[in-house]
């Protein structure tokens, strides 16, 4: 079945059509991406001073805006340049959310905003520990933010000044890849997730569902035979493009690409047209037990 659907859609702001709206739904909740292939975020003259790499302070794998703080991490530089690039990166933050209310209207009051990135470096060649590693197929789970069972719902836009593409592999459907290692995976110790929080590893307490889709990233990332064999499409997203996708149900992987925004978005399972379909309701079928 085809996982990319394509949507012609050529402004943040654009009104979408009630069929539209149900089209873009169900293909989200039936683990598609979509794809928006008419819509960019332009850069303005004085910020193309920031398509290099030279504003990563190192420290993290991507720059970080937080929208509700107005706080920026991750970056270096002078502090005129800090508030411009911070400022670029609340007019991404504005206009992903301008496209959800329109694209996405069910889901509108509903949606958390949650961080923006700015992802400068090039993917290709990077060197990073294998659970970092997004050049391996995963689905998305945070190691110091629990969702606590709210969906992770992505939008990517590739920035790239060269018309260099994003490529990404896309992997299985969720309840196989969870079927196949949910039997290699132990509940937490007693007390260690309450111990996590308290030395501030993470920011909330981890719930079972976070434990579990936590391990399966890392186990999955691990599994060098698993990476391999299974089976993998690989798509290019253009320079000048939008991508929107489930990343926390959705395995992905990403081969090449410099230059990327992207904005993350959290949706409680119970504003779905269909929870059944999440991975907190597919865990607990096979798990047998409510996991938040
Ligand atoms: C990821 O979310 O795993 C990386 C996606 C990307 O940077 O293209
Ligand atoms: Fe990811």
Not at 55 to 71: E, L, P, Q, V
């Amino acid at each position: 079945m085809e996982r990319i659907v394509s949507l012609p859609i050529g402004q943040w702001n654009e009104s979408c059509s009630p069929h539209r709206q149900q089209q873009a739904l169900e293909s989200l909740e039936n683990a598609r991406v979509l794809f928006l292939p008419q819509l960019d975020f332009v850069f303005s003259q004085t910020e193309q001073k920031f398509l290099t790499p030279a504003w990563s302070n190192g420290t993290r794998k991507n720059i970080s805006y937080n929208a509700a703080t107005g706080k920026i991490l991750g970056v270096r530089g002078d502090p005129e340049s800090r508030r411009a690039l911070a400022a670029l990166l609340r007019r991404y933050a504005d206009c992903t959310q301008m496209l959800m209310h329109n694209l996405l209207g069910q889901y509108r009051s509903a949606l958390l905003r949650a961080r923006t990135s700015y992802r400068p470096m090039q993917i290709k060649g990077r060197a990073s520990s294998a659970t970092r590693d997004d050049t391996r197929l995963h689905p998305d789970a945070f190691p110091s933010r629990p969702t606590g069972g709210k969906r992770i719902i992505r939008v990517f836009c590739n920035v790239n000044p060269h018309g260099a593409g994003r490529d990404w592999r896309i992997g299985e459907a969720f309840e196989p890849f969870a079927g196949r290692f949910m039997p290699r995976i132990k509940p937490p110790l007693p007390g260690s997730r309450e111990l996590l929080y308290l030395l501030r590893v993470t920011r909330t307490p981890r719930t079972l569902y976070d434990h579990y889709m936590l391990a399966l990233h890392n186990t999955g990332k691990m599994d060098e035979s698993y990476q391999k064999t299974s089976i993998q499409d690989s798509v290019s997203f253009p320079a000048r493009s939008v991508w929107i996708c489930f990343t926390d149900e959705v395995l992905h992987a990403v081969d090449a690409g410099q230059y990327l925004l992207e904005q993350t978005y959290l949706l409680p399972v119970a504003e779905m047209q269909s929870p059944e379909k999440s991975p907190l309701r597919v865990l607990e079928r096979i798990t047998k037990r409510k996991l938040t």
